[in-house]
């Protein structure tokens, strides 16, 4: 049972059960410094950062002291379930720090789109993507900037293309370098969606969300049903209102298709779809 709620935000890392001074100093190299620092980093972002910035290597046993810590309790009271669910948290972890890594644009693409047919179009997430995908009517652009307003600014630009360009169906802005947290995500979203309205591209478009961590409102983050939204990258889907009504025109009981996603999704299970995006994002990768 986890006492976390027990343990004062400010205090020292080194005052944490199972934090000596040792594993303390190890923390601080990280900006780890008190018990709000570790929970709000999470134990597995700080064994990967200490694995990849620190001055020192962490063990597996590293990894449960901290997670102990957050509960407040003993390591080895960290029971098998519990490792596992880290261990698989630590190797998606990994996998993802191709976030930080400077990979072109064409590895993103390809990367991209080995989801969308590898899992969207292959088990029919979304009825009208293959359509879209084989007639070569989707745009991709990778978005490197990191500065949210530039990312916003670069929204409105390709909007304004798309709307110039019946060509082209449907666009995927994809983010590798400015919303590599969920939160953050969120935020930049409501952003987004507030500056369409305003600047009066949402009757002709809206916009799809995608994001390595996403969760629907309100579910648990372990939901398989969470896969549906989490693209190798975070990314914006522009959709043009037109190809919605469209598309519903033509495809029987729409409302079906939440329904079927979820209950798919939780079939396959979460290690799968882990498994499958992670193959996914492996696609020429530096060595």
């Not at 979460?270 to 498994?275: H, N, P, R, S, V």
Request: some cysteine; aromatic content about 10%; hydrophobic content about 40%.
């Amino acid at each position: 049972m986890s006492h976390s709620q027990d343990i004062l935000d400010n205090t020292p890392i080194a005052q944490l059960k199972n934090l000596a001074e040792k594993s303390a100093k190890c923390l601080t190299d990280i900006d780890v410094y008190c018990f709000s620092d570790l929970k709000r980093m999470g134990s597995v972002q700080a064994f990967l950062r200490m694995e990849t910035q620190g001055s020192f290597k962490p063990s597996l046993n590293f990894l449960y002291a901290m997670e102990g810590a957050l509960q407040n309790v003993h390591w080895n009271h960290i029971d098998h379930q519990q490792k596992s669910r880290l261990l698989n948290s630590l190797e998606d972890a990994r996998t993802h720090q191709a976030l930080f890594l400077p990979l072109s644009e064409n590895v993103i693409i390809q990367q991209t789109e080995c989801w969308i047919n590898n899992f969207i179009i292959k088990y029919n997430i979304c009825p009208f993507a293959e359509h879209v995908v084989v007639a070569n009517l989707i745009a991709y652009h990778v978005i490197y900037e990191e500065d949210i307003e530039d990312c916003l600014m670069l929204l409105i630009q390709h909007l304004s293309d798309l709307r110039k360009n019946d060509k082209i169906e449907t666009a995927l802005l994809i983010f590798p370098a400015s919303v590599e947290d969920f939160d953050h995500y969120l935020e930049f979203l409501a952003i987004a969606n507030q500056l369409i309205e305003d600047q009066d591209y949402s009757d002709d478009f809206q916009l799809a969300s995608f994001h390595p961590d996403y969760c629907f409102e309100g579910e648990d983050m372990e939901d398989p049903a969470n896969f549906t939204n989490r693209a190798p990258w975070p990314m914006l889907h522009l959709i043009r209102q037109s190809s919605i009504e469209h598309g519903l025109k033509y495809y029987k009981n729409p409302e079906q298709i939440p329904i079927n996603n979820i209950k798919l999704t939780r079939e396959l299970g979460a290690d799968f779809l882990t498994k499958l995006r992670n193959r996914c994002l492996s696609l020429n990768q530096p060595s």
